[in-house]
C-alpha cells in the first residue's frame, strides 16, 4: 500500500511539473513583440520612458499615428507593427528593428537592430532573451568586404583593390531583418567614397544575407 502511494504521489508531481513546463513553454511563444517592447529597460534605450512605448503601442493598435516626443524632444515614430516584428524611428537619423527568434529548444530570444545614420547608415546587432538579459554568445556574422561584391572584370580588377581598400579604412555595414522571416540583410555602405571610387563600388555591389535556422546563422 505505502509503494502505492509513492508512486502515485510521483507520478502526480511528474504531472505537475509537466504541466508547468508546458505554460512556461507557451509563455515564451505567446509572449507577444509588444510585450517585449513595453518591457525594454531604460537602460537598454534610453531615449523613450516605458510610457512612451506603451503609448506608441495603443496609438498604432487604435489606427493612430504612433508617435511620441522622444527625451530630446524630437518625434518619434512606430512605423510597423507585425507578429514577432516591430520597426521604430526614435529619431531623424536613426532606426530600430526589434525581432522575435524562435529556437530549437523553445528559448525566446530578442534581435535588436539600431541604425545610425551620420550620415551613412552603420548598425549594430545585439540580442537578448526574454528578459533583457544579453546573450553575448550569440553575434550575427559580419562579412567580408570581398563578400559585398559580384565578380569583378579583369578590366577593373586593379581599382577594386584601392576601392576596396578605402572601404575597409570605413567599414559600415547597414543590417535589416525581414518582417516575415529570420533573414537578415546586409549592405555596404560606400557613398562616403570618393566620387570615381564609388560609381566603380556600386556597380559590382551586392548585399549579403544570413537566415536564423534556430540554432545558428547560414549564408544564403
Known amino acids: 500500500m505505502k509503494k502505492l502511494i509513492v508512486s ?5 508531481s511528474w504531472t505537475c511539473q509537466a504541466a508547468e513546463l508546458d505554460e512556461q513553454l507557451s509563455t ?7 510585450d517585449v517592447f513595453t518591457s525594454m529597460p531604460d537602460s537598454i534605450f534610453p531615449l523613450l520612458t516605458s510610457k512612451n512605448r506603451r ?7 487604435n ?29 531623424k537619423s536613426s532606426t530600430i528593428e526589434m525581432k522575435l527568434m524562435e529556437t530549437d529548444d523553445s528559448t525566446a530570444i530578442v534581435c535588436l537592430i539600431q541604425t545610425v545614420k551620420a550620415p551613412v ?10 528578459e533583457w538579459r544579453r546573450l553575448h554568445w550569440l553575434e550575427l556574422p559580419m562579412a567580408e568586404t570581398v563578400e559585398f561584391f559580384n565578380e569583378i572584370p579583369d578590366s577593373v580588377a586593379h ?3 584601392f576601392v576596396q581598400q578605402s572601404i575597409d579604412d570605413l567599414r559600415l555595414i547597414a543590417v535589416s531583418v525581414s518582417p516575415d522571416e529570420p ?8 557613398d562616403e ?28
Do not use: C
Open 121 to 130: 547608415p552603420d548598425s549594430s546587432v545585439k540580442f537578448y532573451d526574454s
Open 8 to 12: 502515485l504521489l510521483i507520478a502526480l
Open 193 to 220: 567614397l570618393a566620387k570615381e571610387e564609388k560609381k566603380i563600388a556600386k556597380r559590382h555591389l551586392v548585399s549579403v544575407r544570413y537566415r536564423w535556422t534556430g540554432r545558428d546563422f547560414v549564408k544564403e
Open 28 to 34: 515564451v511563444h505567446s509572449e507577444s513583440i509588444s
Open 159 to 161: 581599382e577594386m583593390k
Open 55 to 61: 503609448d506608441m503601442v495603443d496609438f498604432y493598435n
Open 183 to 190: 533573414v537578415f540583410t546586409m549592405q555596404l555602405a560606400v
Open 63 to 91: 489606427k493612430m499615428e504612433a508617435k511620441v516626443r522622444n527625451r530630446l524632444g524630437d518625434y518619434a515614430l512606430l512605423d510597423t507593427l507585425a507578429e514577432g516584428y516591430l520597426k521604430l524611428t526614435p529619431s
